[in-house]
């Protein structure tokens, strides 16, 4: 009888443990949440031309590292340099039309204060040389439009980055607009980390984040949330047609309802000590509001 009520007290000494750490376990994860669903993200700079014309020279390779400046190809510039002399001609005779109808101007001056010639004359005379100095404008005007379009025949690298989907070689014929390769940003990268909303009200801004990401599991590194998103895509259709802009999270099991989840945008604090590509997968996990060193060893710890 004592062995056998021995063991239904181990037992319930085993559940109790078990219930005890099961509660834990859940509580910890909501007031620090943690997430496995995170992605690396970036700006992605859409390269496109502005004016149109086959590509004469591709400076780049797919992959590349870029500096901001840096050629990526470039146009050809005969037609828009003949566009540049035409231009330059005009304004060359412009110009001297306007001296013309200034030196006229000034006769027609002298002669109607000398009351020789009529006030006619005289109001025919400041009209041609008002019509001549706009004139000149003009072609002005349109000399820096077309020196603008012959310096857009190169096209450079509008900041530091990754060049990639380079699909294109001299002889492209590429139209002013249309975007020909993508830059990402390497300043704009942060970590994407989907918690869900019974976990927001334990995510503020400023807060750490401890970072791990999924190829590199013993290297994670530090964060600090920027925002928290203010709203996701509806997809059971009762959203408006502007909620197509917002982000959208797919659910992960269809036939039990789960609390949405929300983006939380997470900025790394230092330079990454691993390279981040964009799509890449993390875990993310929130810092208490008041660190310490154990409260990180522990988020270190639970780490999924």
Do not use: C
């Amino acid at each position: 009888m004592n062995a056998r009520l021995f063991s239904y007290l181990i037992t319930l000494i085993i559940v109790g443990l078990a219930l005890w750490a099961a509660v834990s376990l859940y509580l910890r994860y909501i007031e620090h949440p943690w997430t496995r669903d995170g992605q690396v993200r970036a700006n992605i700079v859409g390269i496109a031309p502005r004016v149109s014309g086959p590509i004469i020279r591709v400076a780049v390779h797919d992959n590349q590292q870029l500096r901001k400046g840096d050629l990526l190809f470039e146009i050809d510039p005969s037609d828009f340099q003949a566009q540049v002399d035409i231009a330059t001609g005009q304004a060359q005779n412009d110009e001297a039309t306007l001296k013309q109808q200034q030196q006229n101007l000034q006769r027609q001056t002298e002669l109607y204060r000398n009351h020789v010639t009529a006030a006619q004359d005289f109001q025919n005379a400041q009209d041609t040389f008002a019509a001549a100095r706009a004139q000149l404008t003009s072609a002005k005007a349109n000399l820096e439009l077309a020196k603008l379009n012959l310096s857009y025949t190169k096209v450079f690298a509008p900041v530091d980055g990754y060049v990639t989907n380079m699909n294109t070689s001299e002889g492209t014929y590429v139209t002013a607009g249309v975007q020909l390769l993508a830059l990402v940003d390497t300043s704009s990268f942060w970590i994407a980390g989907y918690f869900k909303e019974t976990q927001l009200p334990h995510i503020q801004v400023g807060q750490k984040a401890l970072i791990t990401m999924m190829s590199y599991e013993n290297q994670p590194f530090q964060g600090v949330v920027r925002s928290v998103g203010w709203g996701v895509f509806v997809q059971d259709g009762s959203g408006s047609t502007n909620t197509a802009l917002l982000p959208s999270v797919s659910q992960t099991i269809d036939w039990v309802r789960l609390p949405q989840r929300f983006p939380v945008r997470v900025q790394v604090l230092e330079n990454s000590p691993v390279p981040l590509r964009i799509g890449q997968t993390v875990s993310v996990a929130i810092a208490p509001e008041f660190e310490t060193p154990e409260t990180t060893k522990r988020l270190t710890l639970a780490q999924p």
